[in-house]
């Protein structure tokens, strides 16, 4: 069935360090992978997202890279800040409309 | 904030009883989808309104049904409620005919004693 796997559970990081999250995905139709950052007590915010026809994209601080052959995608959070603590969550689907399938969630601590 | 806005957002249910939560979508957005998410775990798909229709439904007993009204506002039931339906309860919009991203609303922290 679908599924989306994710690592670690949890990440500690020094402020100023790099931060990266691995997920897999196991339906080959998958075309859209969102990634979500939930905050305590709010619902998941959209922060970055990319499409299959694409292997890279950056907007400031964050970057995903996407390998469809091997069914892996990435996050990368550089120069962290204490604000960027959360929990994180990669996702996908198979069209921009479809359910979000998501991962079990990375829960990220950046240490001031 | 993404204007998707949910009521209410706690409340504390009995074994047994039934519930309503209500899910006002970002302006513009035809399709609602609701999730529950466990504590600790990512939410999981219960099922997706567009155009007042239900199209797509996850892996949720018939007890939880919904509603989606011609402003796509929505509603969420759940009847007969059970002790392992304690969770937040999320609801996000997008506007399925332009291609866009789903956006999550606050989510209603649900617990069933």
């Known amino acids: 069935g679908e599924n989306v796997e994710q690592h670690p559970s949890t990440l500690s990081v020094q402020e100023g360090d790099s931060a990266v999250i691995k997920c897999t995905y196991s339906?080959?139709?998958?075309?859209?992978f969102p990634w979500y950052k939930q905050e305590l007590g709010k619902g998941p915010q959209l922060i970055i997202d990319?499409?299959?026809?694409?292997g890279e994209k950056k907007d400031q601080r964050i970057a995903v890279t996407l390998n469809k052959t091997a069914k892996h995608f990435s996050l990368h959070i550089t120069e962290t800040q204490p604000e960027d603590s959360a929990v994180y969550f990669c996702?996908?689907?198979?069209?921009?409309?479809?359910?979000?399938?998501f991962g079990p969630g990375t829960s990220l601590s950046v240490i001031p | 904030e993404t204007g998707v806005t949910q009521s209410p957002t706690h409340l504390i249910k009995t074994r047994g009883q039934q519930v309503t939560l209500r899910c006002s979508s970002q302006s513009g957005h035809n399709t609602v989808s609701w999730y529950q998410q466990a504590l600790g775990q990512g939410p999981q798909f219960i099922f997706q309104y567009y155009r007042e229709e239900e199209n797509g439904r996850g892996n949720f007993p018939p007890r939880f049904s919904g509603l989606q009204f011609p402003n796509y506002s929505s509603e969420l039931n759940v009847n007969a409620l059970e002790l392992d339906d304690s969770a937040l309860y999320l609801c996000?919009?997008?506007?399925?005919?332009?291609?866009?991203?789903?956006?999550f609303g606050q989510g209603t922290r649900l617990t069933v004693v």
């Open positions: 996000a919009s997008s506007f399925r005919d332009f291609n866009t991203e789903a956006f």
């Open positions: 990319i499409r299959s026809n694409v």
């Open positions: 339906d080959s139709a998958s075309n859209y």
């Open positions: 996702a996908a689907r198979k069209t921009s409309y479809d359910k979000v399938i």
